[in-house]
């Protein structure tokens, strides 16, 4: 780990200390603010072989941390998320260092038996959030909108937008809770599904991922994009710990389905695929 690693893992630390406060509830002119959710995850991935490599240089290494809380306000949800997610290509001569950060603003609210989600956000390579040098690649965002009947087979359905399958896309939304008593089943229609227990104390889950970068190269010359988009197998359980109010979970899953896309000042736009992939995730949440 290196010491830019090291201290921003330091600052998101004590940065989650520091709102150990927040997790009470208040009442200020009959405003209702819930206890924050606050999180630090740390994932890491077995650097992966690009498809049909000719050499074993040709990997990506690959890994995330990130600081997000939400909190919910008489029907309002906000949020953020900062990550730092370095996803380094070994071949070619990518247009992009492949060190990149994003940084999301949350917020949700319910009109009745509808709910509406945005989430709008700067992603990009390290040296545009240094020189401050963004461009439209740069600006991501996602939403949904979903209709919650009182009484329905559904517990949810509507339309979700986001980059899960490789680019901004529009897809339906089907969402339903089955509850066994001992154990939940979570399905969300095209892209999730899990099995939890009911306390959360253990989960297994398939779900789609997807992310896009803004990216600039070293001479700020060069303005692109880089997308990443998978399939996601993981199993997870709570670890208990003395710190009451803490939670800490440990995971360990595969991804699968891997596809990279991005400029290279040498081949233009590259797809590549990449081989199957395992990672472990630490999270802590308070």
Do not use: C
């Not at 993981?234 to 896309?261: H, K, M, N, W, Y």
């Not at 991005?262 to 990449?274: E, K, P």
Request: hydrophobic residues 40%; glycine residues 10%.
């Amino acid at each position: 780990m290196t010491r830019y690693h090291a201290a921003l893992l330091l600052l998101a630390v004590l940065t989650g200390i520091l709102a150990l406060g927040a997790r009470q509830a208040v009442a200020e002119d009959g405003v209702e603010i819930a206890p924050g959710d606050w999180r630090i995850n740390i994932s890491n991935w077995r650097d992966p072989e690009l498809r049909g490599a000719i050499d074993d240089s040709d990997r990506l290494e690959r890994r995330d941390l990130s600081l997000a809380a939400d909190w919910q306000i008489n029907g309002f949800e906000a949020g953020f998320l900062y990550a730092h997610q370095p996803v380094l290509v070994r071949s070619g001569d990518p247009a992009s260092n492949g060190y990149f950060h994003q940084l999301n603003l949350i917020y949700g609210q319910r009109f009745g038996q509808a709910h509406f989600r945005v989430v709008g956000g700067l992603h990009g390579s390290s040296n545009m959030f240094k020189h401050m040098d963004f461009h439209r690649d740069g600006l991501v965002g996602s939403f949904s909108l979903l209709w919650v009947p009182e009484e329905d087979l559904l517990d949810a359905f509507g339309v979700g937008a986001d980059y899960r399958f490789g680019r901004f896309q529009f897809y339906p939304r089907m969402d339903r809770a089955f509850d066994f008593g001992a154990t939940v089943l979570q399905v969300r229609l095209p892209i999730e599904l899990s099995l939890r227990d009911a306390d959360d104390r253990w989960s297994i889950g398939f779900e789609r991922h997807g992310e896009k970068w803004g990216t600039l190269d070293s001479d700020r010359e060069v303005k692109g994009a880089t997308y990443l988009s998978e399939w996601r197998f993981e199993v997870s359980g709570l670890v208990p710990i003395a710190q009451r109010g803490i939670r800490l979970r440990l995971a360990a899953g595969l991804s699968f389905d891997t596809t990279l896309r991005y400029r290279d000042l040498d081949r233009g736009q590259v797809r590549d695929r990449l081989e199957n992939a395992a990672y472990g995730r630490i999270a802590f949440h308070w």
